[in-house]
Every structure is written in C-alpha cells, then in structure tokens.
C-alpha cells in the first residue's frame, strides 16, 4: 500500500498518534469536556484532529474535511473529502483502556477510495485502497468465512447513558445469547469494523454511528471481501449509522434471527 494517497494518510496519524501515546502516559493531566451525558472530548481529540488536518490540508489543500469535533471544512473541492475520526474510543482512551484508534477516510464523488484506522497503542496499522485489498501492517486481511451463529463472535455498541435504545438492545440479545459462541462490546467502532475485516469477530452491528465512526471501516470490510448494508428495514443506507458488516451468509443469518 504505498499510493500518494495512503502515504500522506499514514504519515498525518502517525504524526499524530506520538503526542497521542504520550497523552495516554499522562492521563491525570487530562483536559475533559463534556458535548452531551457521557458524551466527551479531550483536549487529546482536538489536538489530534488540528494535527491530521495541517497535515492532510497541506497535502490536499483544495479537499473538503468532515471531521468528529469540528463542523464541516468546504474546500473548492467539495466532492473530494476526508473523513477523520481523531480518537475512536474517546471513553476508553480517558479510562487508560488502549482500545482506541484514529480513523481517516478519503471519498471523492462519493466513492470512498482510502481507509486508514491505526490503534497507537499496539502499532496496528489497518489500511485500504478501492480495488487494491485491505491490509494488517503490511500483511493482506480478509473477512472471516464462519457462516454458523453457532460458531461466531459477535461484537456491538452498548446503550449507554443518553444514547441508543436499551429496550431494542435487550430484546436482540435475549434473541441472539442463547445462539452465537459470544457477543462482545469494544467501545471503537472503527477498531470493530477493522477487526470483522480481519476475522478476528465475525460479524459487527450497531446503531446510531456517525460518517466518521463508520467511513474507513466500510471501505476496510470491502477491500477484505466483507459486506456492509444499512440495518434499517428496507432502508439500505449505511450512512444512517445503521450498520451490519460480515460475510454475506452470517449477515442473513443474524438477519433471519432478528426478523429484520
Ligand atoms: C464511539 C465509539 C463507540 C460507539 C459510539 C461512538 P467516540 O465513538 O465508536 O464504539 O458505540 O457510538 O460514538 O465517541 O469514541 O469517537
Ligand atoms: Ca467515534
């Protein structure tokens, strides 16, 4: 993986991820605003963000940007654009739990063309090109095949204080408990879907995700042979932040299960 693309995706993270890993050694010195109940941003995730965007704008000065802790950035581009979640993970990462990662996607003409998610805290470097695979450190990755429940780890986001809908959550999990080998909650979306791109869980589901949760993760899954479609009935849109990612087969058969 080494197009001009992905190569000043990488080096804007791992620019970024130093002051990152050291804010991690430091976390009583931790600046923690509150956007919503249990909703925060750090003064990590801000630094971070103004890091990767100096970064990117001053390789891509005409992109546009989306970003998680600031509004939209129009550039005379505004069809090519990055999608950057700074810190995936924010409540982990405040908590001293290194399951976290820094997450960029860059679309153009609404295709996304480059993934990048890197977790600074084990060094993993998950990368994607459209048409090109998806990557682990440099080694190829592909979706688990497991096509039993019965066989399958699962991972999902959890309701939480001020967010997402606990009955539903509760009802899909008296249904899906007593069927699969586990069900896990890891706290990074982005990290989840580089990790159903890699097999490590089979199949990922959630709701009420945003673009930069979701973006390099989508085209991660793609590149690795995996499917993601929309979770809202009928409704196809990923970009609701409704999601299921997996193999095909998995994917029908959690589907069936939930009557969905
Ligand atoms: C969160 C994580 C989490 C998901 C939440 C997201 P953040 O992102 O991806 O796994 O369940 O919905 O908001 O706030 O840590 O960047
Ligand atoms: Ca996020």
């Given amino acids: 993986m080494d197009s001009p693309l992905i190569n000043i995706m ?4 791992k620019k970024a991820s130093r002051g990152l890993r050291r804010d991690f050694n430091e976390l009583e010195n931790l600046q923690v605003m509150t956007k919503g109940p249990a909703d925060f941003v750090t003064a990590s995730d801000i630094r971070t963000q103004n890091l990767i965007y100096d970064e990117l704008l001053y390789a891509k000065p005409d992109w546009s940007f989306v970003m998680e802790e600031s509004k939209q950035i129009i550039g005379s581009k505004p069809n090519s654009k990055f999608i950057i979640d ?4 924010t409540t982990n990462f405040m908590h001293g739990n290194p399951n976290f990662a820094i997450s960029i996607a860059a679309e153009v003409d609404g295709k996304l ?13 998950f990368l994607a ?5 998806a990557f682990l450190n440099d080694k190829r990755i592909r979706v688990a095949s497991r096509k039993k429940l019965s066989e399958s780890i699962l991972i999902t986001g959890i309701p ?18 007593p069927e699969v080998a586990g069900i896990r909650r ?4 982005a990290l989840d879907l580089a990790w159903v791109a890699c097999g490590r869980y089979d199949l ?5 995700l945003e673009a930069w949760d979701i973006a390099a993760g989508i085209l991660l899954i793609k590149e690795a042979g995996g499917y993601v479609q929309g979770l809202n009935g009928k409704d196809n849109d990923i970009w609701s932040g409704n ?18």
Avoid: C, Q
């Fill in 186 to 189: 890891s706290g990074s979306a």
């Fill in 86 to 89: 700074p810190i995936d993970g």
């Fill in 160 to 177: 939480h204080l001020g967010r997402g809908d606990m009955k539903l959550f509760l009802k899909e999990m008296e249904i899906l408990i």
């Fill in 243 to 260: 999601l299921i990612s997996g193999n095909e087969d998995i994917i029908n058969n959690l589907l069936k299960k939930l009557e969905i």
């Fill in 129 to 133: 090109e459209r048409g090109k695979g």
């Fill in 113 to 125: 063309e480059a993934a990048l998610i890197y977790s600074p805290i084990t060094d993993e470097m």
């Fill in 10 to 13: 990488v080096k804007a993270a």
């Fill in 204 to 208: 990922f589901w959630e709701r009420g």
